[in-house]
């Protein structure tokens, strides 16, 4: 079993920055990641993708985010990181951590992002 621990949330005005971290861990002192990556949730919507990273390094935007979110992630730390600059109102949801590890899927609790003036 992997849990995930997220980080960094909070409010911002339009046009700022935060930075999510989403830390994994395990009771197993070895246990491996394949993908990490980060969700979202605006009230009355579906989570939707925001941002994954491989093991290697590769990554994945949502339309919405590029130019905008970089993810990043430091294996040796199992940490996932999000930068998120130029934030919008539309950007306010709950971001939640995801990490894989062949079939099994995992979350973390979420962390509230609100973007307002």
């Known amino acids: 079993q992997v849990q995930l621990a997220e980080s960094g949330g909070g409010s911002v005005q339009p046009g700022g920055s935060l930075r999510l971290s989403c830390a994994a861990s395990s009771s197993r002192s070895i246990f491996f990641i394949d993908d990490m990556g980060w969700y979202r949730q605006a009230p009355g919507k579906q989570r939707e993708l925001v941002a994954t990273i491989t093991d290697g390094g590769r990554t994945n935007y949502a339309d919405s985010v590029k130019e905008r979110f970089t993810i990043s992630r430091d294996n040796a730390k199992k940490t996932v990181y999000l930068q998120m600059n130029s934030l919008k109102p539309e950007d306010t949801a709950v971001y939640y951590c995801?990490?894989?590890?062949?079939?099994?899927?995992?979350w973390g609790q979420g962390t509230q992002v609100t973007v307002s003036s």
């Open positions: 995801n990490a894989k590890r062949w079939s099994n899927d995992y």
